[in-house]
């Protein structure tokens, strides 16, 4: 599994979430009507958007952070891609890291809103009882000339209503591919150097994209 692929499913769910006046209803939607009921509005916007289309960051990144975050639990899925060593980190440094895990999602794949132009979502149906609390949206994204895509959405609701934390594409799991490169990284130098590498990335992808 590729991160060009991570980054085209993670970012077609933000576009999923990002459609104006979601947030007031979302809390009262079953996961699966939320996506179902945004998505194709939201394609529709990148679609005619030129200055997304043509790769402005700077509109992205608004977009994203306007829009998209509220819908994450960014502290659940640095969490999740932690693992253990979670436990054994400060306060600060679990909020450092979700601060800095959160914006290396946000950076990296970014970009990749920029590239729809005409795929198109189909979801399956949804396999969950009325009083779940965490349930999995499964999806499957086509476009012409491509094989299809699968894609979870792991969420949870929450006060706030549903929360995702986690993607999987094609059977794999966005917070586990990041588990293994943490890890490492901890083994070798700590959870201060786990921050320390995180915040190093986002300032490299931050001058890439023009320090916007």
């Not at 993670?10 to 939320?34: C, Q, S, W």
């Not at 639990?73 to 895990?101: H, I």
């Not at 000339?145 to 006060?159: F, H, M, N, R, W």
Request: glycine share 6%; aromatic share 6%.
């Amino acid at each position: 599994m590729t991160r060009r692929l991570f980054a085209r499913c993670l970012l077609l769910l933000m576009a999923a979430f990002a459609a104006p006046a979601v947030h007031a209803a979302a809390a009262a939607l079953a996961p699966d009507a939320l996506v179902r009921n945004v998505s194709d509005e939201v394609l529709k916007i990148v679609r005619s958007d030129k200055a997304i289309q043509f790769g402005d960051t700077r509109k992205v990144l608004a977009l994203v952070d306007e829009k998209v975050l509220p819908h994450f639990d960014f502290r659940r899925m640095t969490m999740l891609a932690v693992g253990k060593d979670w436990r054994s980190a400060t306060p600060e440094q679990q909020n450092r890291m979700t601060t800095a895990f959160r914006t290396l999602l946000v950076r990296t794949y970014s970009n990749a809103l920029t590239k729809y132009h005409d795929q198109t979502i189909n979801l399956k149906p949804l396999r969950a009882n009325p009083g779940d609390k965490q349930v999995s949206v499964k999806t499957e994204i086509t476009q012409p000339g491509a094989q299809p895509v699968s894609i979870d959405y792991s969420l949870e609701k929450t006060d706030q209503g549903w929360k995702v934390f986690d993607v999987i594409v094609m059977g794999v799991s966005l917070v586990t591919t990041y588990r293994g490169n943490f890890s490492d990284e901890i083994q070798n130098n700590g959870i201060a150097g786990l921050i320390a590498s995180i915040e190093a990335k986002n300032k490299s992808l931050e001058a890439a994209q023009g320090g916007k």
